[in-house]
């Protein structure tokens, strides 16, 4: 214990470092700091944040250029904790708690890019280099994150400092993982990426932001043995306009990040880059976009941002299916005599090879076939590409559920499409697809939309 003081509790309910303590020192010096003056978590807005230890809460605010909605809480021996970015404070000043008490809710206040918690702690006295009494909290964290010496075999390359949590000679990767490079800088070839949660062993110094590393074999198992420190040279073109089968996600990217930018297709830079559904920093995340992604250039750029077209597996993590996913269609627009309108295809999908999320699902990686009954005898529609977010529109029935893809997610159609499209029952909690009676209609147009 350093000083009369410990973290008895995570402080969020995800366990996911999105920013150390220290870095980014060109964004932190308009508020008079050398560097990043906390650790950042990660998380779902409106999730649990809680007390790391037993104290007074001396402080509950808003700050609109900095914490946003925050909490201070006292400790003894001269320690303060700062919880900021909160959705909402669900604490009073003046009020004794006890650690792990749930002092607020996750949340996107203040400055801040993402939904995410700020901690930052105080100690009793002032530490080289900083004001305030700002006080580095990683090692009081550490304990808490299972670090422990990984057996080899090992890979060694190098990974850039900000992106890991370390104690001496260990380090873990942070949330979304780090790329592992041959050599210190972003241009030299990238053997791997550690995933998140990955223990390894620091090797050398820090050059260039970066720090030799041993990473355990089985986290990297397509990485070399060895690596190569000949630096390669960064892609001076983005690659040629994504493939029919891939799918796309469309959404706003930070325009100083999307390099090589000729108007039509771009280059995400180095870090990667947050996908959001509007044009400003406060936009819904999307995902996060990995370093070195070709993206197509959509539209006219908005403010700091420009519309870009991303492929699905080009992203780190989750995607947020509710900012990308297609709406349900108006009552009528899909009928049992056709399976496909101007904007919108649906159909039965083998439940196997869907990933269901509610009343969302991710296709599998190579794509589905759509088709007008739950069983393989019945007729295709149409291929829906690999990893596609489509709508559950209906109760699965036997192997197959049934769903609604957009148009642009189809790699091919029927032609002439199939009649006969079975309806399913209706979701129990949600506005299913009401379908009208069967038609003499001749079935719509079947050449994909433009």
């Known amino acids: 214990m350093q000083d009369n003081f410990a973290i008895e509790v995570w402080p969020a309910e995800q366990r996911q470092i999105t920013q150390t303590f220290g870095g980014n020192a060109a964004i932190y010096s308009r508020f008079g700091l050398p560097g990043h003056s906390g650790v950042d978590f990660g998380g779902p807005e409106g999730s649990r944040i809680y007390a790391v230890t037993a104290g007074v809460v001396s402080k509950v605010g808003f700050d609109q250029e900095g914490y946003g909605n925050h909490v201070r809480i006292q400790h003894p021996n001269g320690f303060e904790t700062i919880y900021a970015h909160l959705q909402q404070a669900q604490v009073r000043p003046g009020t004794s708690i006890a650690a792990g008490t749930v002092i607020g809710l996750l949340g996107n206040t203040g400055f801040s890019s993402g939904p995410h918690l700020h901690f930052e702690l105080r100690g009793p006295r002032l530490q080289a280099g ?219 999908g083998w439940t196997q090879y869907m990933d269901l999320r509610g009343e969302k699902a991710i296709t599998g990686e190579y794509g589905i076939n759509l088709r007008t009954q739950p069983s393989e005898f019945g007729a295709k529609i149409g291929v829906v590409k690999g990893r596609a977010v489509v709508t559950i529109v209906g109760q699965s029935r036997d192997d197959y559920t049934p769903i609604l893809v957009k148009r642009a997610d189809m790699i091919s159609l029927e032609d002439p499409v199939p009649h006969g499209l079975e309806q399913p029952e209706p979701l129990e909690s949600s506005t299913a697809v009401s379908a009208p009676p069967p038609t003499h209609n001749p079935p719509p147009q079947n050449t994909p939309r433009r």
Not at 147 to 173: K, M, N
Not at 190 to 202: H, Q
């Open 130 to 348: 900083w004001p305030n009494q700002i006080w580095d909290p990683t090692s009081y964290l550490l304990p808490h994150m299972g670090f422990a010496r990984p057996s080899g075999p090992y890979t060694e390359g190098w990974v850039i400092e900000w992106a890991i949590s370390r104690r001496d000679d260990l380090a873990q990767a942070n949330a979304g993982g780090v790329s592992l490079r041959s050599g210190p800088g972003q241009n030299n070839s990238r053997l791997d990426v550690v995933p998140s949660g990955t223990m390894m062993i620091v090797t050398g110094g820090v050059q260039n932001e970066y720090v030799p590393v041993l990473v355990p074999k089985a986290a990297v198992p397509a990485a070399p043995a060895s690596a190569d420190s000949a630096p390669a040279p960064a892609p001076s073109q983005p690659s040629p306009e994504f493939p029919p089968m891939v799918s796309t996600v469309d959404g706003w990217a930070f325009a100083d990040n999307v390099l090589n930018n000729n108007g039509v297709r771009g280059i995400i830079g180095q870090y990667g880059i947050n996908l959001r559904a509007a044009p400003r920093r406060d936009g819904i995340l999307i995902g996060l976009l990995r370093e070195g992604a070709s993206v197509t250039i959509s539209g006219a750029q908005s403010g700091e941002y420009v519309p870009v077209k991303a492929a699905r597996n080009d992203f780190i993590g989750e995607i947020n299916m509710v900012a990308v996913s297609p709406a349900q269609p108006s009552p009528g627009v899909l009928s049992a005599r056709g399976a496909v309108s101007a904007e919108d295809c649906m159909g039965w």
